[in-house]
């Protein structure tokens, strides 16, 4: 039976079935705090295992993981370093048991199996790699005859599109550029912060999945939409944040928003709750729900009767009708927000107001047959509702 992730009152995730285990290792004695409390605040049970000398000790360790576990119970491992190594070739083998086992994730291994190794379908796999050269470890077989495991050096290729998935490998494995080995742990100088959410949000996925995990995003999110527009309501809009890592909000194109509950406190009690006139109106176009973010695609008009510093900082009112489209992107971690990105095109926004003429042509550029910059109003909006409802490609002239 699948587990049920439920949000219940406060917003936290809880379970209907017993506590999923999952286990880390890595080489030091102890691990960065952060993953660990970040694991067990989205419902783990977390244990932490040592890599210590390696060698076959470590391997019966890997072995022995799920002895005592119970019908319908089973375990996930997320590895780093050496010891992410040592676990994809230790559950490659088809001699190791793995009818516990449901999600086997690798950070930065310093070695990989042969790239064409089938895992088990049993459980999930995922791989993350750093640029640079990983070993790649290969057992040559002559006439059904298994000869010596060797492991040669190999370039690690950006991967295709934007994502940097490894077409070349059988098993899922992505690479992540111009970061280093460690790039996942908070307590290293080698962190990244950028390739370390996109990482996360594949380990929770996979990991999830592997538990056949269903988990209810959308609660605290339009908790936190009613109470910030509607309700208006400083302090239920501050109970949808977790409190660690600092919560924070950035509205892009102002770079408004806040960096922790005191900054979000004064951003939506001073800036941006009283300053939402009544005429303004959100339909939501789209949602997209992922593993632990959601991004919203929502249509906003309102009237510019009163100052909105989140949107026009330092604008009078303009009394003009604004209509735009907003993206939103919200993280959220343990059940709560721990993010909001919001985008929108603020020169549509400036030239409905009224601030933005786009016939001001810049003369070095007029003098090259400028006549008009690409700026919508708006109409950019509304073709987004109906793609009919304007005509498209005329800032094209040879269209």
């Not at 490998?169 to 290293?188: K, N, R, W």
């Not at 080698?190 to 269903?214: I, K, M, N, Q, T």
């Not at 109970?239 to 194109?253: L, M, R, S």
């Not at 993206?327 to 971690?333: E, K, Q």
Request: aromatic share 10%; charged share 25%; glycine share 8%.
């Amino acid at each position: 039976m699948a587990l049920q992730f439920i949000a219940n009152s406060n917003g936290w995730l809880s379970f209907n079935a017993a506590t999923p285990s999952l286990y880390i290792t890595a080489e030091t004695n102890d691990f960065d705090e952060f993953t660990l409390k970040a694991w067990k605040e989205e419902g783990f049970r977390v244990k932490y295992i040592p890599f210590g000398n390696g060698g076959k000790s470590y391997v019966q360790t890997l072995h022995h993981l799920g002895d005592g576990m119970s019908i319908g119970e089973r375990y996930a491992i997320v590895a780093f370093g050496d010891a992410a190594s040592v676990c994809l070739e230790t559950y490659a083998e088809s001699s190791t048991s793995t009818s516990k086992l449901c999600s086997l994730v690798a950070y930065y291994p310093t070695s990989i199996p042969d790239p064409h190794t089938r895992f088990s379908s049993s459980f999930r796999v995922l791989v993350h790699l750093a640029g640079g050269t990983i070993g790649v470890t290969r057992r040559p077989e002559v006439l059904g005859i298994q000869g010596k495991r060797r492991t040669v050096q190999k370039r690690i290729t950006p991967g295709v599109g934007a994502g940097g998935l490894q077409t070349k490998i059988q098993y899922p494995s992505y690479t992540y550029e111009d970061v280093d080995p460690g790039f996942a742990e908070h307590d290293l100088d080698e962190y990244d912060p950028v390739a370390d959410a996109v990482a996360w949000s594949r380990s929770l996925s996979v990991v999830r999945r592997g538990f056949g995990a269903e988990v209810e995003l959308e609660r605290v999110w339009e908790e936190n939409v009613e109470y910030k527009y509607f309700t208006k309501n400083t302090g239920k809009v501050l109970e949808t944040f977790n409190d660690t890592p600092d919560p924070y909000v950035n509205y892009t194109p102002t770079m408004t928003g806040g960096i922790g509950k005191d900054e979000l406190k004064r951003f939506y009690d001073e800036f941006f709750i009283p300053s939402n006139p009544e005429s303004l109106v959100m339909r939501l176009l789209s949602r997209t729900i992922g593993v632990d973010q959601i991004v919203d695609e929502l249509h906003i008009t309102f009237k510019h009767t009163q100052e909105m510093p989140w949107i026009l900082p330092g604008i009078p009112p303009t009394n003009k009708k604004i209509e735009v489209v907003v993206v939103s992107v919200v993280c959220l971690r343990g059940g709560k927000l721990y993010h909001e990105r919001v985008y929108w095109d603020q020169a549509s926004v400036l030239l409905q107001a009224g601030l933005l003429d786009p016939e001001e042509v810049p003369e070095n550029l007029r003098q090259k047959g400028v006549e008009i910059l690409p700026v919508a109003g708006a109409e950019a909006a509304r073709k987004i509702l109906d793609q009919e409802s304007e005509p498209g490609n005329e800032m094209i002239d040879e269209w």
